[in-house]
């Protein structure tokens, strides 16, 4: 412990453990060392943990294979053979013909910890962009590869957060990047001044022209890609101190003086470019719209009085939109009660018709480009794997690609959506699975899981990991609380800033209901949350640790007076409030985890994950709010941490890591919850 005190605007705020903030100095290494030491002795004697983990990988062992997207003549996937680290990025010439592999990071170096960061096709299918990040960072550095050679070009461009949009003649991309962080630095340093850069194909990238950057505005996050006819470049504002707010600001590449344009720049509401028709640029907007909406703006007449609406806001939440069909249709995904629910369109706005599915679940998908006569798109649920299917606009009908063959019987288990009342009133859904043959008696080991922020909806999809929990014989219970997107943005609203206590008292009424209802007790009931919902986690374990029988926050954002100070932290201001505003900081110190854990308490047993590559939200967090927590802990429960070496924001590099984690987790809840008994 230290004696470091800070003065916020009279108020004087210990910070005893300020020092754990520093991840690579000795006294934090060895104390690192000491509380992975501590974990493993306690993971390391549960018999259940080697069945879990060889549970997990026979279940992992199948077939998977994401969604296929075509540019050009080729259609381009990505395949797990079952228990490969990595997906495989392929190519092939038809849906069902000869996979040719392009990125196999199963064959990357082992040692540099490389993982596939992402991937970007040229239009015509002939050249591919692909990334890689070190460690799980978010820190990416792009490739460039022909195609139909499989030959890597020269160039290399680092730094970056971000994807990145070929110029449509194929002469190079758009992308955008940070300065260089100190070295040493590069896992806590804030990211500020982004910038948008062009690279041509075949040149150094100190040699990139400098597109667009707003020294002025340090904290504006921006992108940029250029539209498909290749006439525009596209550049998103987003400005980090409002809400869900953000411009749109153009280039016309054909125009001489290439100046730009800013087409939305009051920051009045949330857009989104669908695409464009000529001079017509398509958007979904929650402008007068919490639902969100569809309008055209011609740029040649942009004035709001010329302003067109195509598909107006329904009760039904508005959640994606495509531009397919050779523009000439709309396909418009919407969500009720967290299920899917998809729509096709004219262009003009004139409602086609319904799709039709399988059953409730959830749609990701219809993507494409404007010009693509045939799409694809996944639908899953709970108890439903990823079936993926094309649907052709031709002729109006889908067709059945692929599904993975699990290995296990899914129609022994329930999935079910309830609703319950909350600490004011407000109705909530909550999704549930368990066993088929369940008895209301309280006895069920249950794992309540939730994330509650920046308007990320909690949609029922299917977990290949949640399969051994069932096995297990848990209930796996997901409530969508206010802060989520579930019912639009009045939703995600409900639950910022000082309203941040109404998504923990959703999180508690999720519990006491699953008590109440005779789903569980409190000793076999177990929080988790990652992120976001580690936060959740962590404040709710503050706040009701009698209600708990075990916690598992992960990654989470503890320090909410000093968040901002780190890499991209200060993006969130907007969501949890600025602690550098005095009235901003009161409510942050009322809710901040790190600073409300109460010492002489009795605490449940919690395991506190984190990583110490993790460059979203630093290891420092979890850090100090266990080293915390452990000092305050006033009964005999293990506060116990598992930290991830050379890992980043998702805690595990690769498919075997992954399932480490899963396993090593299962294996606490086996523990603390008694679920031999």
């Given at each position: ?7 916020y ?6 910070d ?13 290494l060895?104390?690192i ?18 069945w879990?983990?060889?549970r997990?990988?026979?279940l992992?062992?199948?077939q998977?294979?994401s969604?296929p ?24 010439s ?8 392009l ?11 490389l993982?596939l ?19 799980g ?27 990145v ?5 194929n ?12 070295e ?12 948008i ?5 075949g040149?150094?990238q ?8 707003r020294?002025?505005?340090?904290e504006?996050m921006?992108g ?7 006439r525009?470049?596209i550049i ?5 101190n ?7 600001f153009y ?8 100046q ?21 640029f398509?958007?979904?907007?929650d ?15 942009p004035?709001r009085e ?16 495509s ?5 000439e ?9 967290a ?5 096709l369109y004219?262009?003009?706005g004139?409602?086609?018709k319904?799709l039709?599915?399988?059953s409730?679940?959830?749609i ?11 799409t ?14 094309s649907?052709d ?5 889908s ?9 296990a ?5 329930e999935e079910?959506q ?13 999704f549930?699975?368990?066993s ?7 006895s ?8 509650g ?18 096995e ?8 969508c609380i206010r ?10 609203l409900?639950g910022?800033?000082?309203n941040?206590?109404v ?14 209802e ?5 000793p076999?009931?177990?929080?988790s949350?990652?992120?976001n919902g ?9 706040m ?20 901002h ?8 201001t907007?969501?949890y409030?600025?602690?550098?505003d005095p009235?901003?900081?009161?409510f942050?110190?009322?809710?901040s ?6 010492p002489?308490?009795e605490?449940?047993?919690v ?13 420092g ?10 000092a ?5 429960a293990?506060?116990?941490?598992s ?7 998702g ?23 008694k679920?031999?008994e």
């Amino acid at each position: 412990m230290s004696d470091q005190v800070d003065d916020y605007f009279g108020t004087l705020v210990p910070d005893p453990y300020r020092w754990l903030e520093d991840v690579s100095s000795v006294e934090t290494l060895a104390w690192i060392a000491a509380q992975n030491e501590l974990w493993n002795s306690f993971i390391e004697i549960i018999p259940r943990r080697n069945w879990i983990r060889e549970r997990l990988e026979e279940l992992y062992d199948y077939q998977r294979y994401s969604m296929p997207y075509r540019r050009g003549e080729r259609y381009f996937i990505h395949l797990n053979d079952g228990l490969q680290d990595h997906y495989v990025f392929c190519s092939r010439s038809s849906l069902d013909g000869e996979l040719t592999v392009l990125i196999n990071p199963n064959e990357f170096p082992e040692d540099e910890r490389l993982s596939l960061a992402g991937t970007s096709v040229t239009d015509d299918g002939e050249l591919l962009a692909w990334a890689t990040c070190e460690s799980g960072s978010d820190w990416s550095t792009w490739y460039v590869m022909d195609i139909e050679t499989r030959a890597a070009l020269s160039d290399t461009i680092r730094w970056t957060k971000g994807g990145v949009s070929w110029k449509a003649d194929n002469s190079g991309f758009y992308y955008t990047r940070y300065d260089e962080p100190e070295e040493g630095q590069e896992y806590l340093e804030r990211n500020e001044n982004q910038r948008i850069f062009f690279h041509r194909l075949g040149t150094l990238q100190e040699q990139d022209s400098l597109v667009y950057e707003r020294p002025d505005k340090p904290e504006w996050m921006i992108g940029a890609y250029e539209t498909e006819d290749g006439r525009y470049l596209i550049i998103y504002i987003y400005d980090t101190n409002l809400v869900r707010k953000n411009g749109i600001f153009y280039i016309d590449l054909l125009s001489e003086d290439s100046q730009v344009v800013e087409l939305l720049g009051d920051f009045d509401a949330g857009y989104s470019l669908i695409g464009n028709v000529s001079e017509e640029f398509y958007f979904r907007t929650d402008l007068d719209a919490p639902h969100d909406r569809i309008i055209c703006i011609d740029i040649t007449e942009p004035s709001r009085e010329e302003w067109r609406e195509v598909v107006q806001e329904s009760e039904e939440i508005l959640e994606r939109v495509s531009i397919l069909n050779n523009s000439e249709s709309l396909i418009l995904q919407y969500s009720w009660d967290a299920y899917s629910r998809v729509y096709l369109y004219n262009i003009q706005g004139e409602l086609q018709k319904e799709l039709e599915f399988p059953s409730q679940g959830t749609i990701w998908g219809f993507g494409g480009l404007q010009s693509d006569t045939e799409t694809f798109y996944l639908f899953s649920s709970l108890l439903h794997p990823g079936e993926v299917y094309s649907y052709d606009f031709e002729s109006g009908e889908s067709t059945f690609l692929w599904a993975p063959e699990i290995n296990a019987d899914l129609s022994v288990y329930e999935e079910k959506q309830v609703f319950f009342e909350s600490h004011d009133g407000t109705m909530i859904p909550m999704f549930l699975v368990y066993s088929r043959d369940i008895e209301l008696d309280g006895s069920n080991p249950t794992l309540l899981t939730g994330y509650g922020g920046f308007g990320a909806s909690m949609n029922p999809w299917f977990s290949t990991s949640r399969l051994v929990w069932l096995e297990m014989g848990g209930i796996y219970a997901i409530p969508c609380i206010r802060g989520g997107g579930e019912y639009g943005e009045e939703w995600h609203l409900a639950g910022i800033k000082e309203n941040r206590p109404v998504v923990f008292g959703d999180f508690i009424c999720a519990a006491e209901y699953l008590i109440d209802e005779g789903y569980t007790s409190t000793p076999k009931l177990a929080i988790s949350g990652g992120s976001n919902g580690g936060t959740l986690v962590a404040a709710c374990l503050n706040m009701r640790p009698d209600l708990f029988g075990a916690a598992a926050p992960a990654m989470g954002v503890m320090d909410l007076l000093r968040f901002h100070l780190f890499t991209v932290g200060w993006a969130w201001t907007s969501e949890y409030g600025d602690p550098d505003d005095p009235e901003e900081f009161k409510f942050l110190l009322d809710y901040s985890p790190y600073h409300n854990i109460e010492p002489g308490i009795e605490y449940p047993p919690v395991l506190i994950s984190t990583a110490d590559h993790d460059d979203r939200v630093v290891p420092g967090h979890s850090f100090k709010y266990g080293a915390r927590l452990q000092a305050a802990q006033a009964g005999d429960a293990p506060i116990l941490m598992s930290i991830h070496s050379r890992a980043g924001h998702g805690g595990a590099v690769g498919l075997s890591e992954g399932l480490d984690r899963t396993s090593d987790s299962y294996a606490f809840f086996w523990q603390i919850l008694k679920m031999d008994e």
